[in-house]
């Protein structure tokens, strides 16, 4: 089913070039990249759901089941017959060995498919790095809980189990006793997000980094990787390891790191990168930066709407360009400090209601959302590990002062929920 929204992005000409846009997220989280990007291209929606509220940034949308590959495949084919359609973007975990396929299939620009899945599959992306020569961490694939128990023996503790293909950081968990191997395992071998599909060989046991963790989204273009966004992330408590909020700044010394943007060009050559946006992690080591996982899309969490804030730079917009074969458009037009704070429930419960205190706003905060309603169900790890009941978004010159008006978030926007057990 295909819907033409009449008040939609009208300001472009009919030949304007468009991007077939492959699944379009959480509402909160996502609707800040269809408005950014519709301002440089025009839109062509292709998602499971009915568009609604996307259609403020489309030119239009296609209803089809996003995963059937051959329905998603003649869809595509049908509008690149009737658009003049130059790329196509996606920021969904789970459509992008899809996406790079289907811009292989058309001519359009991407990186080769096998390059996406190698990021997909963790343990892939270990073993071609391995071979690159880029450090990596002890990791070997397991099978049972037995042989995870014996892999964690052999590489010492504390260790990571974590899930071969997942996203979100559902089915990681880090062990410190033999005693909690078969419990990790099982949640590992157990994690499903986004539909993401498992592999028969699906956990991983890997060696504990040491050492605060970051990320960097980039953009490559003809096989150049250049930085969008560098964040120095925070995480909720052992043994997950769920995100709880960025910050970055556009003055990081980090961005001048030899070390760091060396390694980062190695390892998207070793995977074969020519075209994209990637979202890669890291954990700065006594060692030495050492990846943690590299990801074929723009990073979640509000990162690249939180690096525009802080450089001007528009991580989102560079990845559509990249994506579309022109040349992105990355020099900071100022640079600020910004960070973002996201608020998980302290247990189980039900929301009554999320209560946003205005007169408690430092001078630095920037906006804040909810993203809970009245009788939500609220849980914690292992349970869910993606739920959060709002967000805070503080911006500044000043670092000291946007890092205190973001101390204590939950003081800001209040939960009122009561607890359940089921």
Same mark, same amino acid.
């Given at each position: ?223 150049? $990787? *250049?930085?969008?966004?560098?964040? %120095?992330?925070? =995480?909720? @408590? ?7 909020? +960025?910050? #970055? ?120 959302? $909810? *993203?809970?309603?009245?009788?939500? %169900?609220?849980? =914690?790890? @292992? ?7 709002? +967000?805070? #978004? ?29």
């Amino acid at each position: 089913m295909t819907e033409q929204d009449d008040h939609g992005p009208g300001a472009m000409s009919q030949d304007a070039p468009v991007l077939l846009l492959v699944g379009s997220g959480y509402r909160p989280y996502r609707e800040y990249i269809l408005a950014a990007v519709s301002r440089h291209y025009r839109l062509w929606l292709l998602d499971s759901a009915e568009a609604t509220w996307q259609l403020a940034y489309c030119a239009g949308a296609t209803r089809v089941d996003t995963r059937d590959a051959e329905s998603m495949r003649e869809a595509a084919l049908t509008l690149v017959d009737s658009l003049p359609v130059v790329g196509v973007f996606t920021y969904d975990e789970s459509q992008v060995v899809f996406c790079a396929r289907l811009a292989q299939d058309l001519g359009l620009p991407g990186s080769p498919p096998e390059t996406i899945n190698a990021c997909r599959d963790k343990a892939t992306t270990r073993s071609v790095l391995a071979a690159a020569g880029v450090p990596q961490p002890a990791s070997r694939i397991v099978t049972s809980a037995e042989e995870a128990l014996a892999v964690a023996e052999e590489i010492g503790y504390p260790v990571i189990v974590k899930a071969r293909a997942m996203a979100g950081s559902a089915g990681v968990v880090r062990v410190d006793r033999a005693e909690d191997v078969a419990g990790a395992f099982a949640a590992a071998d157990g994690a499903d997000a986004l539909g993401l599909p498992r592999h028969e060989q699906n956990v991983l046991v890997e060696e504990f980094l040491t050492g605060p963790e970051i990320s960097i989204d980039a953009v490559i273009q003809d096989g150049h $990787v *250049t930085p969008t966004v560098l964040a %120095r992330k925070h =995480l909720g @408590p052992a043994p997950y390891f769920v995100e709880t909020g +960025h910050d #970055v700044d556009a003055n990081d010394p980090l961005l001048q790191d030899a070390e760091l943007l060396g390694q980062l060009q190695d390892i998207h050559r070793a995977l074969g990168f020519v075209h994209g946006a990637t979202h890669s992690e890291f954990k700065l080591t006594p060692k030495g930066p050492r990846l943690v996982e590299v990801n074929a899309r723009l990073g979640g969490d509000l990162i690249p709407y939180v690096g525009l804030l802080a450089s001007g730079v528009d991580p989102t917009v560079a990845a559509a360009q990249v994506a579309a074969g022109h040349k992105p458009d990355t020099v900071p037009t100022f640079r600020k400090v910004a960070g973002v704070r996201f608020l998980p429930p302290e247990t189980r419960c039900e929301v009554v209601e999320v209560v946003v205190h205005e007169d408690r706003l430092g001078p630095t905060i920037h906006e804040t959302g $909810v *993203t809970a309603r009245p009788g939500s %169900r609220l849980a =914690l790890p @292992p349970d869910a590990f993606l739920t959060r009941y709002a +967000h805070v #978004v503080a911006v500044g010159d000043d670092k000291e002062q946007v890092m205190a008006d973001l101390r204590e978030p939950e003081r800001l926007v209040e939960l009122r929920a009561r607890p359940v057990s089921d």
